[in-house]
């Protein structure tokens, strides 16, 4: 009996040591044979730039403009929804609960040239399309790509154009150089995002063949895809080496480089460079086509260059809108 | 006894017509939930927007069927974690020793009290708290050194997060389940010179059983829906697999019917389940076990074909 019991405790001593031991280790850089040791690359951030400020333009109504907003919506707030984990095109600053951004400034000063007010109310981003389509808001305004798929759905008048980055961790472990050295890694993406289609689908209905597609055609295996609800928890995986790269439309991988200091890093070339669209519902009537002006407006006045250059992404500006510009 | 000759001479009494108690509160309760479920039926194949096509073009695609294998598997390996670490913790948390209850009671109420949505993320993003994670001697030399994402990958870290949660709950089922077999089972078995281990595995836990299965299938059928927060981290479950279609799509009604029948076609199964076995553990306690649904659909036809011979 006594004998068994010494050995139990034995037992349960040398447990506890390891599991004690597993607590221990906190700070040992992952040593993966990507063979960095030597070259220069610091895995620690440098500061995280500062956040830059939203714009407050006052611009008067266009009378021109004000007819063609439809009777119902004339003199109201209009509601967008908006995924704002999007910097910085929409996102909460920290502390906050407003949504700031390019897309927020470029909306409200849309909405002024229309003598109607907006309001910003934030969203899962798989969830704005669907919500139009119910009626919850009055317009989608959230780095939507325009593309044939959506405008099945919805209209866009165009604003932007963007195409799409790979951001890796600093020091690129993997040494990714094209979207073909994706195939067979762990990759994340937004909910509802062109990026997660390339990710997911042998085809996409662009005509243009998918990530997916070209890694089958060349022999290898598809990126494993993740999808998160949020641009932020997508941020957050590749923090936890939960996935080994991302890919976000370039503006945003381009900021979350400066915000976090250099923590990522944007590696390879950007592809797909597509339009932006404000997404408006098909029974919406003249509503497009006053965003349309109000837009056009905008950017005659110089407005619309303030707004971008505010936010640091005035490469990404055009010139001649147009509605449902998609291009694949 | 000449009244009573008198009696049965004179005119018997009629015969009383007995007229059943009248329920119209019934009869009209009937009729409205009648109505009801009618405008429920019409309403879901009148209204088009229910779009059942779709709901039948994607009920068993590859993807969902993936997504029901991955829920089942989160269901089963979350609830075996926490119903064996459930019941360690219950007759830890009974010891007389009290580092040993003392520690139950902490973990109880550290992972009772954080919501398992939290759980389930920190589990998933452990590696940027611990980016490895090795075994050794305590704060000495380390032998062996693991990267944290690979030795839990996305499944265990949601399955950890589930279980570890669920073990909490499951502690407090089987300390109930314990406490409820009389005292004078423990002190007849230590009468018998059984020690504590043995007297709680072969006479205490056995009896316990009958109070603890109920809100163990309970916690099973909770169990299997609340996997779908595994979505939160990335992982393919049911319910993400059909709100990835539905994205794609832009029709989330048919696909959240989608998810819905097949939460109901297992959480009844469940039940099923859980009916037998709790009529398995109930043989201790009553005279007659409570007939399962066949043999009271028999009993049904049996009593039919007595009356209509009689």
Redesign the interface.
Known sequence: MRGRACAVLAIAAVLA??V???????T???STSSGNSGSTCSTTGGPAAAEPKPLSLSISPVSSIVSQVPAKDKGKTLVVGSDASYAPNEFKPVGKETIVGMDVDLATAIGQTMGVKVKFVDTPF??I??GL?AHKYDLGISSFTDNK??EK?VDFVTYFKAGVSIMAPKCNPDKIKTQLDLCGKKV?AE??TVEL?TL??ADDGSGTPTLKARCTTAGKKAPEA????NQT?VN??L????IDAYLADTPVVDYQVKATGGEFAKVGETTDVAPYGIAVPKDAGTLKDAVLAGLKSLISSGDYTKVLANWGVQSGGITDPVLNGATS | MVSGTEVAGSAAPERITAVPVRHPGRWVSVAVLALLAAMLVHTLFSNPAWRWGLVKKYFTTGTVMHGLVATLELTALAMVIGVVLGTVLAVMRLSPNPVVSGSAWSYVWFFRGTPVLVQIVFWSFIAALYPNLSLGIPFGHEFVIFDSNKLIPLFVGVVLGLGLNEAAYMAEIVRAGILSVEHGQTEAASALGMRRLDIMRRIILPQAMRVVIPPTGNETISMLKTTSLASVASFVELYKATSDISSSIFRPIPLLMVASIWYLIFTSVLSVIQYYIERHYARGSSRELPPTPMQKLRAQFVQRRDESSA
């Open positions: 040591s390891v004690l031991a597993a607590c221990g280790t906190t040992k850089k992952k798989d969830s399309l669907t389509a798929e959506r759905a994340g909910n509802g289609d997911n689908k993740h999808g998160y609800p928890d957050q995986a923090a936890a080496g939960r």
